[in-house]
């Protein structure tokens, strides 16, 4: 069966100025870390993808249920509540109403029936300084996770690496993976557990991948990264493009 999954988020443009002596330029250039996910998915032939970039998630990403039902799963990572609450009238010449309720749209999209992943990064969760804003949203409410409150910086930078412990080593998702293999992960954003959600993997008795059914949809989260720098040598390993595909997968109903 195939599965129609769209995937907003991870890229970014990057501005760097160098100073020497009286004398400065600025660099400007496009980070697109979306790629790893990409490849992945697209590397399924049972997987249609749709990527939007984060610069153009405001202008392009659906608003209306009806709009989020051409996909059996949607995918945010490194992505902030506002980029995805805001509507292009939010420019000029100002529109009133900007446009509809995106989030609550996306929110109803999963309680109907649909599929809802999000995976970690700076402005995933809560993020750097607060400034992923997922907390106290509609989002919030169909995530098998709750948030750090407002404000808060929920990034757990892990310098030495990690790997995952397994509560579920049976999950369809995990199971019979080269776990085994040499990977390290680098960073999380800071969560807490559902008492109605189902844990697989976590570090440090923290949610690292935690299912949910919502409604009649389903909900998934993985708190690392799909690319650098938290992701580290999972970018290297063996089964990356499977295990996303799996997560994929059961995010859109077709994997148990």
């Known amino acids: 069966m195939k599965i129609n999954v ?36 697209n590397a399924a032939p049972d997987i ?37 609450n805001l509507q292009p009238g939010n420019t000029q010449p100002f529109k009133v109403p900007m446009g509809p309720d995106r989030i609550q749209g996306l929110h109803d999209y999963v309680v109907q029936g649909g599929g809802f992943m999000m995976i970690g990064g700076w402005l995933s969760f809560s993020g750097i300084q607060g400034k992923g804003l997922w907390g106290g949203t509609k989002i919030e409410e169909i995530m098998p996770v709750t948030c750090e409150p407002r404000g808060v910086d929920d990034r757990m930078e892990i310098t030495q690496g990690f790997k995952l412990d397994f ?10 993976l080269p776990w085994n293999e040499s990977y390290l992960l680098l960073g999380y954003n800071k969560t807490h557990l559902r008492s109605d959600s189902y844990l697989i993997a976590s570090y440090n008795g923290e949610p690292q991948i ?47």
């Open 167 to 176: 509560n579920d080593p049976d999950h369809p998702i995990v199971k019979g």
């Open 6 to 41: 769209l995937y907003v988020g991870d890229t970014q443009v990057n501005v760097s100025t160098s100073i020497k002596g009286i004398d400065s330029w600025t660099f400007t250039y496009y980070s697109d870390s979306a790629h790893y996910l990409r490849d992945a998915l």
């Open 48 to 84: 249609n993808l749709v990527h939007i970039r984060s610069s153009e998630s405001i202008r392009d990403m659906p608003s209306t249920v009806e709009e989020f039902k051409k996909y059996d799963c949607v995918i945010l990572s490194d992505l902030g509540f506002n980029s995805v």
């Open 210 to 256: 935690a299912t949910r059914k919502v409604g009649k949809g389903r909900s998934i989260i993985f708190a690392s990264d799909v690319g650098p720098h938290w992701a580290g040598s999972l970018l290297e390993w063996s089964g990356y493009a499977e295990f996303w595909q799996r997560m994929s997968r059961w995010a859109a109903g077709s994997l148990a």
